[in-house]
């Protein structure tokens, strides 16, 4: 399995970008994908989390009403819309895979893991 994360880049503060995450090798019809993000000299901490089946989404605090996780089932594909950016969201985002247990906001209850895409927020 491999997840290919995309959509990082440069953006003001106040702007907006959007993250993708494909999944190949397989198709996952049930568990769950999440964003983490690591900022530098900084912990990865977890961002989102959504469930392939119903579409059940989980926020971190910091981020709710800010960013929105989104999934296409039919092209094994999860988005991260980030609005309102502040300079506190730049980091590398990371996406995952797992079938850890509702809601999936821990790093061990992911199991695949993308090569990271990086988010820089200018002020």
């Known amino acids: 399995v491999q997840l290919q994360a995309s959509g990082g880049g440069l953006v003001q503060a106040g702007g907006s970008l959007r993250l993708s995450c494909t999944a190949s090798g397989r198709t996952f019809s049930s568990g769950n994908m999440g964003w983490f993000r690591q900022a530098p000299g900084k912990e990865r901490d977890f961002v989102a989390a959504?469930?392939?089946?119903?579409?059940?989404?989980y926020y971190a605090d910091s981020v709710k009403g800010r960013y929105t996780i989104s999934r296409d089932n039919a092209k094994n594909t999860v988005y991260l819309q980030m609005n309102s950016l502040k300079a506190e969201d730049m980091a590398v985002y990371y996406c995952?895979?797992?079938?850890?247990?509702?809601?999936?906001?821990?790093?061990?209850?992911?199991?695949?893991w993308g090569q990271g895409t990086l988010v820089t927020v200018s002020s």
């Open positions: 995952a895979a797992g079938y850890g247990t509702w809601p999936a906001r821990y790093e061990r209850q992911y199991d695949y």
């Open positions: 959504i469930t392939w089946i119903s579409g059940s989404t």
